[in-house]
């Protein structure tokens, strides 16, 4: 074994035994959001505090959009007419902004934890 | 048009920046824009290749493809300038020592530029793919704007180069003698960025636990969307409220990489790599760590100890349990391990940790030294003495004493070793008396690089009283150990391990065990 694939193996081990950890994370609780005429709907979501959720975002247009959000720290791009999962949380009470990469302009939503 | 140029720089913005430090830091290697080229070229091939099947990608691995895709990327990107930065230490010792020009040069052609030509091509593509995608839809949605989006496009991409040339003639320019000293402290930081930002990504596809959500939030002085946090995310891996799991991702590469580079160097550049190491031990205790918490480290401890041996080892074990009590502690231990004897080791360690309803917190500061007793083999077992202390980190948190027997049993390829351990509460906060624990490992020696080992670890607690044995902490499990040599950079060790709960009150249903060490003498 070179130096170099030792590494990446030791790397790749470390990597690897983290994975698992959260895996069984489908009962969560899931909301969900439509990109529409690249706008969010609803553009508040309402989400409970200290819970890990899932947010299924529908993409419904036919162009590509990025769901980003500087708050939540999460970035995921959806390609039109798809679904995309984000695993958000547990979050503090609070408002986080949220935003449609591809089409700032418009795309604007809040995410209201309570 | 504008949203085109803004959205086209920031992207260009992170990968120019970082092809303008890799191409700095590959300053006088003759062929280097060959490598630079192909990753370069590479890299726009991919992105049209990873905006083409984005969807694809998107629905693998139970549509989280997208997720694992970036990750991976990042962490090759993060292997790639490690490597790098651990070759350039190494090296730069060998061309001091040769002074001849002409080994010089022949030394600086091995460098290992196919390494960072790889970063530039993944940094790339990433942005890239992400330009592409951005691109259609406009196009494909819009056709009256498509001369003012790609006036807007060309604008941004011709703004995110020039931010690029900057750093780079920067570095050149006012860097000197220098420049391999910052480009490889700006790839260190470069590289733990890109490890935690490739964590948050495995947080998001639900991979890794987030261990907190706002560690600190500096949102109200460096916003993540203003100019200055785009670009102190794109060069030290800034965010305004990192999860616990980035912070510790970030503080392990910096400790593995900036541990390699500081141990190989030779003594004249010890002050740069003493500089990135600083930069790693601030972030770990200036970033409002605080903590009282009672800690699980489990390892189990040799008596034999090696003579000349420093090491750098950053291990860790997370809990789970049906009973949300219970579930998802982390502890985390930050080593430094010098063996200057044949028969006494020493270490200072960092510990951190994190409660199930809590964020990960600095717990204490530890000193800790390993007494080999009996000369290896020569009597019945082998035996030492471990003694701690340990700095509570928090108003209020006891400072704490722990002494352990280390023995130890080799009968043919098979190796047992027992820990009795002894823990006490020392000064202003102290309470509570003596308290008994143990660790004890049976283990096949089967390869050095795999040895299967079952370990066992216990709390009885206070001496004396030690209450009842459902309330008491017993674990047990498999771990698989091993240690990969390589050559002249040292050795690779490795733990990896589940141990399952024994009792039902005083233990997790399960916790699972890492360690990762690196290793080598003087």
Do not use: C
């Not at chain 1, 162009?63 to 949380?89: A, H």
């Not at chain 2, 000369?375 to 077992?381: I, T």
């Not at chain 2, 190796?415 to 283990?443: H, L």
Request: aromatic share 12%; charged share 15%.
């Amino acid at each position: 074994m070179s130096k170099y694939s030792a590494l990446a193996a030791a790397f790749a081990i470390a990597a690897l035994g983290l994975a698992p950890i959260s895996a069984a994370a489908e009962d969560l609780p899931q909301f969900t959001l439509k990109i529409q005429n690249h706008r969010f709907v609803p553009e508040t979501l309402t989400l409970p505090a200290g819970k890990r959720v899932v947010l299924l975002v529908t993409n419904a247009d036919p162009t590509p959009e990025e769901f980003e959000s500087y708050d939540l720290d999460r970035e995921k791009i959806i390609v039109g007419n798809t679904t995309g999962k984000v695993y958000i949380g547990p979050l503090d009470p609070g408002t986080y902004a949220f935003f449609g990469d591809f089409h700032q302009d418009t795309a604007k939503g809040r995410v209201i934890v309570k | 048009m504008s949203a085109t140029l803004i959205i086209v720089f920031r992207e260009v913005l992170e990968a120019a920046l970082v092809v303008g430090i890799v191409l700095a830091a590959t300053q006088g290697v003759p062929r280097r824009m060959f490598w630079i080229g192909l990753g370069l070229a590479s890299g726009v091939a991919g992105a049209m290749l990873v905006a083409a099947f984005a969807e694809v990608i998107a629905n693998t691995a139970s549509g989280m493809g997208q997720e694992l895709f970036n990750a991976a990327v990042l962490f090759t990107a993060v292997i790639m300038l490690g490597w790098h930065n651990v070759w350039m230490s190494r090296t730069g010792r060998a061309m001091t020592q040769e002074l001849k020009a002409v080994g010089a040069a022949i030394r600086a052609a091995e460098r290992p530029v196919y390494a960072l030509a790889i970063v530039i091509g993944v940094a790339i593509l990433r942005e890239g793919s992400e330009i592409v995608l951005f691109l259609y839809g406009i196009a494909a949605a819009e056709g009256t704007q498509t001369t003012s989006m790609f006036l807007g496009g060309v604008l941004g991409l011709a703004l995110g180069v020039a931010a690029g040339a900057a750093i780079y003639f920067g570095l050149i320019r006012f860097a000197g003698k220098h420049l391999f000293a910052i480009t490889g402290i700006l790839i260190l930081l470069l590289a733990a960025g890109m490890a935690a930002q490739g964590a948050n990504f495995l947080v998001q596809a639900g991979y890794l636990p987030a261990l907190g959500h706002s560690i600190w939030d500096s949102s109200r002085f460096i916003p993540d969307r203003s100019a200055l946090g785009n670009l102190l995310h794109v060069l030290i891996g800034y965010t305004a409220r990192p999860e616990g799991i980035q912070l510790v991702f970030y503080i392990a590469t910096i400790s593995i990489i900036g541990g390699l580079m500081f141990a190989l160097r030779t003594p004249r550049k010890l002050v740069t790599a003493a500089a990135s190491l600083t930069i790693g031990i601030m972030l770990f205790g200036a970033s409002g760590f605080s903590g009282t918490a009672k800690a699980a480290d489990l390892k189990v401890y040799s008596p034999i100890v090696e003579e000349g041996e420093y090491a750098i080892e950053v291990r860790g074990n997370v809990t789970h349990d049906n009973n949300p009590a219970k579930d998802g502690t982390y502890t985390q231990v930050t080593e430094f391990e010098i063996t200057p004897t044949s028969y006494w080791h020493t270490a200072i360690f960092g510990e951190m940790k994190k409660e199930p309803f809590g964020s990960l917190q600095y717990k204490a500061t530890g000193w800790e030294n390993i007494f080999q007793l009996t000369p290896q083999g020569k009597y019945w077992a082998d035996l030492g003495f471990y003694a701690e202390y340990e700095w509570g980190q928090k108003g209020g948190a006891a400072d704490e004493v722990e002494w352990k027997i280390l023995a130890q049993k080799n009968v043919g390829r098979m190796s047992f070793i027992i820990n009795p351990i002894f823990e006490t509460k020392v000064g202003g906060n102290r309470s509570g008396g003596v308290e008994f624990k143990y660790a004890a490992q049976a283990k096949w020696r089967y390869m050095p690089q795999i040895e299967p080992a079952i370990e066992l670890y216990g709390e009885f607690g206070d001496i004396g009283h030690f209450g009842q044995w459902r309330d008491q902490r017993h674990q047990i499990g498999p771990v698989i150990l091993g240690k990969f040599n390589m050559a002249d950079i040292g050795a690779l060790k490795y733990e990896l391990g589940y141990l399952f709960g024994v009792t039902k009150r005083g233990s997790p249903d399960g916790a699972f065990k890492f360690s990762l060490e690196w290793e080598r003498h003087f």
